[in-house]
């Protein structure tokens, strides 16, 4: 039988999620090399989503007790479905139309920071919310000042450096508690 021992249990896990840690920072630097064809894939699996939420919202209108819920909720099942295809169909469509979205959202979240920042300055580290604020902000209008050609950079470099920060937190998680599984077995040792 394997060794079960706490610090043994600890150290596989840590071993596969570091592994899993380098394959997201790998991914990471292929979607900054290759941000548009990143951008493309982060689009198909959104249009799957909603190819399957299509899929639950049809399957629910058969459960509505009312006669006009089970038509409406097929109909907005329907238009999941068209949509989905559509943007399985057309990818590129889906990833200008992600790309002015996500400016947006950042646009928003920047200036909602900034108000956030006046309303808390006399907290101690406000001053970072302010900092954040402002960098999204300008990320926001970067991106939708050159929107549509933004487009064949921004989500996949973005997913890119999002895979790259959470696979080296995983990673540097991972050693820690490879770490401190390895100072309880000393503990124990000694």
């Known amino acids: ?3 079960q021992t706490p610090a043994a249990v600890a150290q596989r896990v ?3 999620s570091i592994i899993w840690g380098l394959f997201l920072i790998l991914f990471g630097v292929l979607a900054i090399g290759a941000p548009f064809v990143a951008a493309v894939a982060v689009s198909l699996v959104i249009a799957w989503l909603i190819i399957l939420a299509g899929a639950v919202h ?3 209108a058969f459960h509505a007790h ?3 819920g089970v038509i409406w909720r097929a109909l907005v099942g329907l238009a999941y479905l068209a949509f ?3 943007l399985i169909m057309r990818p590129v469509a889906g990833v200008v139309a992600l790309t002015v979205v996500l400016a947006s ?3 928003i979240e920047g200036l909602l920071n900034i108000v956030l920042f006046f309303k808390s300055r006399h907290m101690h580290g406000s001053s970072w919310v302010l900092f954040d604020g402002i960098v999204t902000l300008l990320l926001g209008l970067l991106i939708y000042l050159q929107w549509p050609s933004s487009s064949l950079w921004a989500i996949g470099t973005l997913v ?3 895979m790259i920060m ?3 937190a995983r990673v540097m998680v991972s050693m820690a508690l490879r770490n401190a599984s390895g100072q309880v077995d000393a503990m124990k040792a000694a």
Do not use: E, K
Request: hydrophobic content about 55%.
């Open 1 to 3: 039988m394997a060794d």
């Open 14 to 16: 840590s071993t596969r």
């Open 58 to 60: 049809i399957m629910l």
């Open 66 to 68: 009312a006669a006009g």
């Open 84 to 86: 989905g295809v559509y």
């Open 105 to 107: 959202l950042f646009l």
């Open 160 to 162: 890119g450096i999002s």
């Open 166 to 168: 959470s696979g080296v």
